[in-house]
């Protein structure tokens, strides 16, 4: 949104087109990991990513893994009856954390011991699956015996001064590989790391986003800046089971410009920002049903005040009710509508109206309502 304001004379811009220090950028290779599951290989560290991490440490180097999942297993069912082990709280899978032993929602907070026996059918089929942090942490630890690996998510950086110590021991050599959610990707300078991994480079592809594209293309663009920020050349491994993606076939090369120019065609198919703005009006409330009675009755009473004037002429759509990516979070259900036109006066005093008078109504007394232009998340 920013490039397009700037292709188009809103505002300036300044062409960064030397990295820093002038050194190349890192050589990128693409892992198809659905070649390596046909091939036998059971685990998430591909043997591309395993050879080139041997040799980086062979050659007295360190090496950034990226993996923007933390906990040991992400997903918790029944093989007999396909149960879902989920929170009580949230409408979201309970991740399993190592470190302590138990399941935990990463929404709520709620923690809860491990579960081996189906709650539904009693079954003793219960599956540990999906990769986290810590999982890669116990996989790379059984690859390479007596390496030091440090570990870098939320749940080892709880303390005030947590990411100043363990980045300072990372800088001066005490671990050899960092693993670590996002909070690797950015900033770092480390002169000895020549090797970057990105494991299921596909997580943040699919979500339910307009800027889905556009982050993963971030994310992976910038833990691949990670390498070969000293007098070494840099090289990074993508693990991915969606090689061709044009995504990723672009961060791969670094190349924006690639990247921009599909990405502001579909923006502009889809009618996404910057061609139109995204109010998204999000009612919660204790109770699924009353939530949704309320945002259905707003969407026919703010598309109806659409098809009238003086909002006909503003082309204002209307799109929805439905429910939020994650509908129950802590014991609240969320339901949204989209209404897509421009973040003008009208518009803005058009739902402020509608919001006053959900507000006033006795019915929805238990419920909230808020409202978001360009909704980051």
Do not use: W
């Amino acid at each position: 949104e920013s490039f397009y304001a700037a292709r188009n004379g809103r505002t300036q811009l300044v062409r960064l087109t030397q990295r820093y220090g002038g050194n190349p950028l890192p050589s990128v290779q693409i892992v198809d990991m659905r070649a390596e599951l046909a091939s036998g290989n059971p685990r998430e560290i591909s043997l591309a990513m395993e050879d080139a991490i041997r040799r980086n440490l062979d050659a007295g180097k360190q090496t950034i893994l990226l993996l923007n999942r933390r906990g040991f297993n992400t997903h918790i069912s029944c093989r007999s009856c396909g149960y879902v082990v989920t929170c009580p709280s949230c409408s979201i899978s309970m991740t399993y954390h190592r470190a302590n032993g138990m399941l935990l929602c990463h929404y709520c907070g709620h923690m809860q011991p491990p579960v081996t026996v189906c709650p539904e059918c009693g079954s003793d089929k219960v599956r540990y699956a999906g990769l986290g942090t810590q999982r890669v942490e116990q996989e790379l630890e059984q690859l390479f015996p007596g390496v030091p690996v440090l570990r870098m998510d939320t749940d080892t950086t709880m303390s005030r001064f947590a990411y100043e110590d363990k980045f300072s021991r990372f800088a001066k050599g005490e671990f050899r590989i960092m693993v670590g959610t996002q909070m690797v990707a950015k900033g770092l300078d480390f002169a000895n790391v020549t090797l970057v991994g990105v494991l299921s480079a596909d997580l943040s592809l699919y979500v339910d986003h307009y800027r889905a594209a556009e982050r993963t293309f971030n994310l992976l663009t910038q833990v691949v800046g990670r390498a070969g920020r000293g007098d070494k050349a840099g090289r990074a491994v993508i693990q991915t089971y969606t090689p061709e993606n044009d995504v990723i076939q672009a961060a791969a090369a670094q190349d924006y410009q690639r990247f921009y120019d599909a990405e502001i065609t579909l923006r502009r198919l889809r009618q996404d920002p910057p061609f139109v703005d995204q109010f998204t009006v999000t009612v919660t409330g204790p109770e699924e049903t009353p939530v949704r009675r309320a945002i259905e009755l707003l969407r026919q009473g703010i598309g109806n005040a659409a098809e009238k004037p003086p909002y006909d002429a503003l082309g204002i759509q209307v799109i929805g009710p439905a429910p939020a990516p994650v509908v129950k979070v802590n014991g609240v259900y969320r339901y949204r509508l989209l209404v897509l036109g421009q973040n003008i006066a009208p518009i803005r005093e058009l739902l402020a109206g509608f919001m006053r008078a959900f507000v006033q109504r006795p019915e929805n007394r238990r419920l909230h309502i808020y409202t978001d232009c360009d909704k980051m998340d």
